[in-house]
């Protein structure tokens, strides 16, 4: 059978921001919006490729802090921790969302604009954001969201919630759909 179910490993995978409504405040708008990655960023990693690599995906411990260390590259294609930039976006479980590195101060740790929320041992993707800005991520305030790799655009309504996924990927939940007593969707 082609139909099969699709969840995350926990009630609170998904970086979310809640109530698409024109007063929502800009740094959360642009959090979310700084978070939204092409997953052509990926791709070749998955592939196995890293000819033109824009991600490096590692494991690291946590420490409900800034700071992320005991970094080890891996995936099919391990492009080295060297690779890692200071402004490569940080995507991950307990990463907040817009999270970037501010410092490498070893070549197996580094320095986050925010703190973990969690104290664990989570894979981690550094990102370097390469995609025009107008076609993935949202538009101004209470706006449209665009898909990356053109994919098309979509148009939240009052209520909408918008996630991203741990690869900074969008994702598009109604109001309705929140709202529903017996929804599967858990907001936090």
Known sequence: MALHTL?????TSLT???GWAANLLAADVAAIDQA????SNFQTL????????????ATSATHSNTTLDTL???GPAVIPLSQILVSDLVLGVGIPAGTFVV?????????????ATTSSTPTVAFVRQGYDQQSAGLGPQ???LYIPGGRGVLIPHPGDVIAIDNTGWPILVSAASIAYSASLWHFV
């Open 7 to 11: 969840g995350t490993n926990a009630n």
């Open 16 to 18: 979310a921001l809640a």
């Open 36 to 39: 939204i990655v092409d997953d």
């Open 46 to 57: 998955l592939m196995g490729l890293s000819y033109g690599q824009q991600a490096v995906i």
């Open 72 to 74: 080890v590259a891996t």
């Open 103 to 115: 410092a490498k101060p070893t070549g197996t740790s580094v320095t986050l604009s925010q703190a």
């Open 142 to 144: 209470a706006g449209p």
